[in-house]
């Protein structure tokens, strides 16, 4: 590990979009339990919320955050079946498996909803954006992956937003594989819900997803939710009256998330974030290609989150092979999720630095020669 963090990786050291690999500090902090209605716990909840919502700028732009057990898709159901009315109609901007995922849950919940859809290696088109509000007045709602994770792509949210806002529609942002590493002010940019979670770019373990929200859309919301569970504008008015989570806490993964948080704190938030990723992606992509694996996006339009490599060519290379050799030395990467070809993907997010990823680099350019034979 380099000097920003105490102690050592793991055992194995995850390459992934989330879970990732974490420091000991932050592991450290789930070895207290907690009472779920204790004063103290009630505290460490509204100073979670404080933070995450700082992240954004959300207070000054009269925003809340409301947290959710589970894993960042609560996060997503919760604000998409909450804030978007039962009469309204969602327009999903998609190009990956994560926009579509959002189309999945207006089934289930019976949301109407239309999909605009883009190649898995074009980001969203905001002109395009632009016709479709115009052709179709009865769209109230629109929903973007600000990160897509089925590729690394970065789509333009700023750009989405303005001509969202333009049109006077609401605006959900999934900044799962952003929050915390990407830069996005409330202030700048106007949106109803943003949905992100513990276990990704804030780099704590998974269990927290949570949704930074306007609180006139939150105020307005009551009644829409279908479910009792996942339903965000209860769980906020919970959380604002007493302070408490409406249902059993994941106590020890929030405890958690706040020693993360110290540690993004030191690190200088997210531009620091930022720098360390984009140099793990620099460092991954020049590595990658010089043991002749090609990435599926071109470099302006890949987010240093996690890259995707296309299979190569002349047939020696297996992927569950590949996978296995990593695994069996303590590297863990991911396979593809591209409809359009086959793929693996590797992470450049987590509690690492240049030297883990030089690390990966050593152990894939063995696998590689073995492979090849």
Not at 63 to 69: D, E, F, G, L, S
Not at 80 to 101: E, S, W
Not at 112 to 121: F, G, I, K, Q
Not at 295 to 303: E, F, K, M, V
Request: glycine residues 10%; proline residues 5%; aromatic residues 6%.
């Amino acid at each position: 590990m380099t000097t920003n963090w105490d102690g050592n990786p793991s055992e194995n050291l995850l390459l992934t979009p989330g879970p990732l690999t974490t420091t000991p500090a932050t592991r450290r902090a789930m070895q207290r339990d907690w009472g779920s209605r204790d004063c103290d716990f009630i505290e460490l909840t509204a100073r979670i919320r404080r933070r995450l919502l700082a992240v954004v700028g959300g207070e000054a732009a009269a925003m809340t955050c409301v947290p959710i057990q589970g894993s960042g898709t609560f996060a997503v159901e919760a604000a998409l079946q909450t804030l978007v009315p039962r009469d309204g109609k969602l327009l999903i901007l998609v190009n990956g498996a994560y926009g579509r995922r959002m189309a999945e849950i207006c089934r289930v919940t019976g949301r109407a909803h239309e999909v605009l859809e883009w190649p898995e290696d074009r980001p969203v088109d905001p002109a395009a954006v632009a016709a479709a509000l115009e052709a179709d007045r009865a769209v109230t709602d629109v929903a973007v992956v600000h990160v897509e994770t089925t590729s690394g792509l970065l789509n333009p949210l700023a750009e989405v937003a303005e001509v969202v806002a333009t049109a006077g529609r609401r605006l959900h942002v999934d900044a799962m594989s952003s929050f915390g590493a990407i830069g996005i002010e409330a202030g700048a940019m106007q949106f109803t819900s943003l949905f992100a979670s513990s276990n990704k770019c804030l780099e704590g373990v998974p269990g927290i997803g949570f949704v930074i929200a306007d609180v006139v859309a939150l105020t307005c919301a009551k009644g829409n939710a279908v479910s009792l569970a996942l339903d965000l504008e209860a769980q906020w008015r919970g959380l604002e009256s007493a302070g408490q989570w409406r249902f059993t806490p994941p106590t020890h993964v929030l405890a958690a998330l706040d020693a993360a948080l110290d540690q993004f704190d030191a690190e200088g938030g997210v531009p620091g974030r930022f720098t360390r990723y984009s140099r793990n992606c620099a460092v991954l992509c020049a590595g990658m290609r010089e043991l002749g694996f090609t990435p599926w996006l071109d470099d302006a339009l890949q987010a240093p989150v996690i890259v995707t490599f296309r299979i190569p060519d002349g047939g020696w290379f297996r992927f569950g092979d590949f996978y296995d050799s990593l695994h069996a030395r303590g590297i863990v990467i991911y396979p593809g999720k591209l409809t359009a070809l086959d793929s693996f993907r590797i992470g450049c997010i987590g509690a690492i630095g240049e030297a883990e990823i030089r690390r990966a680099l050593g152990v894939i350019a063995e696998t590689v020669a073995a492979m090849r034979g």
